[in-house]
T-cell receptor
Framework: DGGITQSPKYLFRKEGQNVTLSCEQNLNHDAMYWYRQDPGQGLRLIYYSQIVNDFQKGDIAEGYSVSREKKESFPLTVTSAQKNPTAFYLC??????????????FGSGTQLSVL | KNEVEQSPQNLTAQEGEFITINCSYSVGISALHWLQQHPGGGIVSLFM???GKKKHGRLIATINIQEKHSSLHITASHPRDSAVYICAVRKIQGAQKLVFGQGTRLTINP
């Protein structure tokens, strides 16, 4: 079955540590996205990528980094510069960037907590 | 003020009741999405609308572009409908970004 796989489901970060969240899709989608979800707030865009080897900052990119070396993979690194990393992180993908009515497909999320 | 507002924030109902969740937005949009987030955290896309009405099973979504308002209805609600329902809009400007509402937590009691 096609879909988006996020791992791990739960992740703990020590102070000063960088951690990487994995996102893999086998839907052959060009566009991929990372969102952060905090309690009582709407999802906020961290980074997005429209094509391999290209990515753009979203609304809250500070303290995060990404790479897009392969079409199917879009890992997110939460760096030590992100002072409030505890949140639920969701990865999503869509077919292409050029069509404005694209449906989004989401992974099952990673809960990141600080030790 | 948020660009996308949902109401109510929390809704509890009995099995079989007709459910309405509302979404109002303040920006020009090219499409509106209704999403369902299960207790485990995964999100499923229910509808994508740019005008009119769509129906899928017991779910109905409507949008009024002039009034900048959308509703999600659930007929004959069931405990398995318990989830967080999220409205998101794709703004005309900056079309790569969706703006999300804060979600409506729905609980259906048997």
């Amino acid at each position: 079955d096609g879909g988006i796989t996020q791992s791990p489901k739960y992740l703990f970060r020590k102070e000063g540590q960088n951690v990487t969240l994995s996102c893999e899709q086998n839907l052959n989608h060009d566009a991929m996205y990372w969102y952060r979800q905090d309690p009582g707030q709407g999802l906020r865009l961290i980074y997005y990528s429209q094509i391999v080897n290209d990515f753009q900052k979203g609304d809250i990119a500070e303290g995060y980094s990404v790479s897009r070396e392969k079409k199917e993979s879009f890992p997110l690194t939460v760096t030590s510069a992100q002072k409030n990393p505890t949140a639920f992180y969701l990865c999503a993908s869509s077919i292409a960037r050029l069509r404005t009515n694209e449906k989004l497909f989401f992974g099952s999320g990673t809960q990141l907590s600080v030790l | 003020k948020n660009e996308v507002e949902q109401s109510p924030q929390n809704l509890t109902a009995q099995e079989g009741e007709f459910i309405t969740i509302n979404c109002s937005y303040s920006v020009g949009i090219s499409a509106l999405h209704w999403l369902q987030q299960h207790p485990g955290g995964g999100i499923v896309s229910l509808f994508m609308l740019s005008s009119g009405k769509k129906k899928h099973g017991r779910l109905i979504a409507t949008i009024n572009i002039q009034e900048k308002h959308s509703s999600l209805h659930i007929t004959a609600s069931h405990p398995r409908d318990s989830a967080v329902y999220i409205c998101a809009v794709r703004k005309i400007q900056g079309a790569q970004k969706l703006v999300f509402g804060q979600g409506t937590r729905l609980t259906i009691n048997p």
